[in-house]
């Protein structure tokens, strides 16, 4: 059973830095493609940063040069550094892990139960 646990979430002063984990179990982690969303009240779920098993990393344009996504596969652990924190980063942080399940590109979606960050200005 597919099991995504996100820890590291918490209030931080804009300009600060926090660090958000990961741990998956249930064997989703090794060669899959692993992410980190966040959501806002009235808005959808988006994409935040995401690695490959590569590894090979992309980024919202509004994160980028701030927030490093890194994996430890020995861990099953993905990582999330944030640096220089802005108000509207606040928001609930959700793990991805997403499993390809055929050539054609057809994949589930696996997801944490989220972390709350909050920074405040």
């Known amino acids: 059973q597919v099991q995504l646990v996100e820890s590291g979430g918490g209030l931080v002063q804009a300009g600060g830095s926090l660090r958000l984990s990961c741990a998956a179990t249930g064997n989703i982690f090794s060669g899959n493609v692993m992410g980190w969303y966040r959501q806002t009240p009235g808005k959808q779920r988006e994409l935040v940063a995401i690695i490959t098993s590569g590894p090979r990393t992309n980024y919202a344009d509004s994160v980028k040069g701030r927030f490093t996504i890194s994996r430890d596969n020995a861990k099953n652990t993905v990582y999330l550094q944030m640096n220089s924190l802005k108000p509207e980063d606040t928001g609930v942080y959700y793990c991805?892990?997403?499993?390809?399940?055929?050539?054609?590109?057809?994949?589930?979606?696996?997801w944490g139960q989220g972390t709350q960050v909050t920074v405040s200005s």
């Open positions: 991805n892990a997403r499993k390809m399940i055929t050539v054609e590109g057809a994949y589930v979606d696996y």
